[in-house]
């Protein structure tokens, strides 16, 4: 059975006069600020947030998906430029019951986008498992997950996007971020 896991303790951006721009990245308040997004025509998905996931007192959020397709949440946030500080801390997990056929994978995404919403980039911190393959390139930023345990990920987005050639820093306005569980295939 594929599945895509992926447990997600706290995201936030912080612009450099210490204002936090993610709206409730600890996942303290609920997922109201969270835009929730599936597809869902084979398998289950879970989206949760409990203070179970870690050893803190703190909440985290998961999202679970087996079988096909995705589960994610989102949100979008206005910058006031590239000088913002990304910290996520996350436990990505990703299985596959035939890798050959099969993909899975969970990942945090930041894709950049100009004042209008058009992408412009994206970040990608990835665990997979399968044929999923994704690259980085002049627009797109792979940074891939081999532990198993919890993460952290820390960095100012004007150093990220240099990983981006293709991007124009002056251009970038917002950041969606979003928390993804993907699976492929129609079998187990």
């Known amino acids: 059975m594929k599945k895509a896991f992926l447990l997600l303790v706290t995201v936030f951006l912080v612009s450099g006069f210490g204002q936090e721009l993610v709206k409730n990245g ?52 206005e910058l006031p430029g ?18 050959s056929s099969y993909n899975a994978h969970a990942s ?9 919403g058009a992408s412009l980039g994206k970040t990608i911190i990835v665990k997979r498992v399968g044929n999923y393959n994704p690259v980085s390139d002049s627009f797109q930023h792979v940074i891939n997950v081999t532990s198993n345990g ?20 002056e251009q970038v306005a917002k950041v969606t971020i979003s928390l993804n569980g993907h699976g492929n295939g129609i079998g187990g």
């Open 26 to 77: 600890g996942f303290e308040d609920g997922l109201s600020f969270w835009v929730q997004e599936a597809n869902n025509s084979a398998g289950t998905y879970t989206i949760t947030r409990d203070t179970a996931y870690q050893p803190d007192s703190d909440y985290e959020v998961k999202i679970y998906k087996n079988l096909r397709y995705f589960a994610r949440i989102v949100q979008t946030v």
């Open 82 to 99: 590239t000088n913002v500080q990304f910290s996520a801390s996350a436990k990505l997990l990703a299985t596959t019951a035939n890798a």
């Open 108 to 116: 945090v995404t930041l894709q950049y986008q100009d004042r209008g």
């Open 150 to 169: 919890w993460e952290d990920y820390d960095f100012l987005l004007a150093d990220e996007l240099e990983n981006l050639p293709g991007v124009d820093p």
